[in-house]
């Protein structure tokens, strides 16, 4: 399904070159779902981004269903089947949950029948009535929690064979904490083709996971079965 | 629908959304004669004498109605000037729908200056719309839009005017006086692209206790296009004014925007907001990882944003 290999990112910062990945594999098959986790600054915002294309790697390569898609942009990646949730949801002046959701679903195909019932279900998987949220605009006169679910139901609406989410519960309150957990199960109960990867600190999410990958200081300093890693993060801290 | 071909049709849609003959009161301009004129119980549409133009009267207590007073022009060379002075009376609540598009084929430029004055009584409500656009291969599709509003006391109005494309060259002018308790809400949006010039003066005196004005701008400035945006809000009362001026930078493009205060009364409050910037990078990036191409997810942003 996807693989990372050998996955190095420097940024110049000033006449210093800052590692941030460093030489990091790892892959993930179909059906399963990864979680990511680590330190803070340890690169799993960074990994999200190069896999999804919105940076690009100093060295290594992405590999997406036998494919090299290391050189394509977000673009093409998203088209090739590459969801990602961002950590930080975007505000937009104008565009609404409405065109987000059409845009994310249909690539821009007007709603109707099937599909707006698939869109009102898509908002109450995230604990949002859609009555209420389809044609608020997605700008800060929504909460940050809810801005998140919007995120979240936006990447859903995808329906991506590989999707990542980067810290979806940061913002989100226990009530929707809960429906995010059931989001998640369905996403893989729903198909055993699809691949989901989500970075997280959360022991709730890490307990859903076939597999944990710790990364630290830009390498993977863990990766094996879910109960294994947990029992040895306590090393790795 | 009337004597027009299928671009002024379009043009007549494009503006007014008007396809066939509305119900109640009208007057259809098109290339400087009025090709279809009515009025309703409530709302007379008189012809002026020695100008161009129509009085617009609207009886005391009218309430849902729409008037439509679209222009289409599509000879080429055309220049007019056109008064319009609506007199609203009491207790109104009622939708006025003008809008003007030019298609220009030709080597001259054509000009429509509409100056459109109300004069609204006591305590009633007028939704004003006023879409402009352009078509055609053709020289300089130049539209220069006056609107004038006395509101009386207690009374509301609400602009929406927009500046689709295709318009060469604009300046616009909205001014308002306001008595006690009245309201104004402006909303513009312009659209500017090619080598277009696009200026809009807007002028609110605040002259009675809690009247306000709230005005809202955003603007888009494509390619070579040159955008300036002023606002001046003049607070006698005890009033509220807001300001808020947005607009996206692309290409080459020039927006300059100047809003402007100036308070006479303690219990004056008023606030402007500027901002002027490019297309924020997140926004394009979130559309992009959707599956949009730069180009796709720009014009989403353009369109969400002057919606």
Redesign the interface.
Known sequence: MLRVENASFEVKKGRKKLVILDDVSFSVKPGELVVITGPNGSGKSTLAKII???EMLSNGKIILNEQDVSTK???ER??MGI??S?QAP???????VR??LQ??ST??ETFCGENLAEVNGLLEKVGLDSGQYLDREINSSLSGGELKRIEIA?VIA?NASFTIFDEPEAGIDIWSFNNLIKVFKDMRKNSSEHAIVIISHQERIMQLADRIIVLKDGKVALDGKSEKVLAAMGDVK | MMDLDKIERDLMREVSGVTEIPEGAYNFRVNGKSIGRHSSDRIDIIPKHGKSGIDIRIANDTRGEIAHIPVIISASGLKEAVYNDFYIGDNCEVTIIAGCGIYNCGADDSIHDGIHTFYVGKNSTVYYIEKHCGIGPGAGKILNPTTKLFLGEGSRAELLMEQIKGVDSARRLTEAELKKDAQVMIKERLFTHGKQLAESKIVAHLLGDNSSVDIVS?AVAQDYSVQNFSSHIIGKAKCRGHSEC?AIIMDNARVNAEPALDAQDVDAELIHEAAIGKI?S??L??????????R?AEA??I?????
Do not use: E
């Open positions: 999804a294309g919105v942009d977000c673009t998203a088209r969801a990602y961002l975007v505000h937009f002046k104008g565009l609404t065109d987000l845009i994310a690539s821009g936006s995808r | 955003r947005d924020a997140d926004q990036m979130k559309l992009m990882t959707l599956g949009l191409s730069r796709q989403q942003i369109n969400g944003f002057l919606k």
